[in-house]
């Protein structure tokens, strides 16, 4: 099946400063890109569509300035948490649509812990 | 009224029992229909599609039913192994964004 790899795997930082995520399709090209967000005990929540060569789109409730994404290639989307808070605390998780099969496989996801 | 709601757990289940989940969604325009699973601290792993006619995988049968929004996995044998939330997903009829239930927690016992 088609791989999603994340990196970092887990993240730790000071509040104020910000983390960058990248997340790759190794294997297949994916026009679009999500990321989600979860909390413990909690689904997860898409936070915004990522778009190979254009703006992203951003779910009502997500701050479009503190959580910038980057889809400058078919193959990597980044997401970077600015300024980042221990609310920002949160499971990250993005997942790449296959643009031949309309499929979307997840990566392993990114462990943020803001101190 | 949340998008997609399934039954809170955790289910507490013997090793071999049957255990059946249910989600309902409130979108009548959504399109398709999944179970997923997820393992702690881990990511979301497609466990099956689900179709108007209903359909089977070896122990995991899901169905849906479109005129009542709900959809349901039932599990028959339950192993060890099959301890994990399961999320019941389902996708908009606005480009396929995924919309995830919060998620029922299954523990089997020995």
């Known amino acids: 099946g088609a791989v999603v790899s994340q990196h970092p795997s887990w993240v730790i930082c000071k509040s104020g400063t910000s983390v960058k995520i990248e997340c790759r399709s190794l294997?297949?090209?994916?026009?679009?890109m999500f990321w989600y967000r979860q909390f413990p005990k909690q689904s997860l929540m898409l936070m915004a569509t990522?778009?190979?060569?254009?703006?992203?789109?951003?779910e009502q409730g997500v701050e479009k300035d503190k959580f910038l994404i980057n889809h400058a290639s078919l193959t990597l989307s980044t997401l970077t948490v600015t300024s980042a808070h221990p609310e920002d605390s949160s499971f990250y998780i993005c997942?790449?649509?296959?643009?031949?099969?309309?499929?979307?496989?997840f990566g392993p996801g990114t462990r943020l812990t803001v101190l | 009224r949340k998008e997609v709601e399934q039954d809170p757990g955790p289910f507490n289940v013997p090793e071999g029992a049957t255990v059946a989940f249910n989600c309902t969604y409130s979108?009548?325009?959504?399109?398709?229909f999944f179970w997923y699973r997820q393992d702690c601290r881990k990511e979301p792993k497609l466990l099956m599609s689900?179709?108007?006619s209903g359909n089977e995988d070896g122990r995991f049968t899901a169905q849906l039913n479109r005129a009542s929004q709900y959809i349901s996995l039932l599990i028959r044998d339950s192993k060890l192994s099959d301890s994990a939330t399961y999320l019941c997903?389902?996708?908009?009829?606005?480009?396929?964004?995924?919309?995830f239930g919060q998620g029922t927690e299954l523990s089997v016992k020995p």
């Open positions: 997942s790449a649509e296959e643009d031949s099969y309309n499929e979307q496989f």
């Open positions: 997903v389902v996708t908009d009829n606005q480009g396929g964004k995924l919309i």
């Open positions: 990522s778009n190979e060569g254009s703006k992203a789109t951003y």
């Open positions: 979108n009548s325009a959504s399109q398709s």
């Open positions: 689900v179709y108007s």
């Open positions: 294997d297949f090209q994916a026009t679009t």
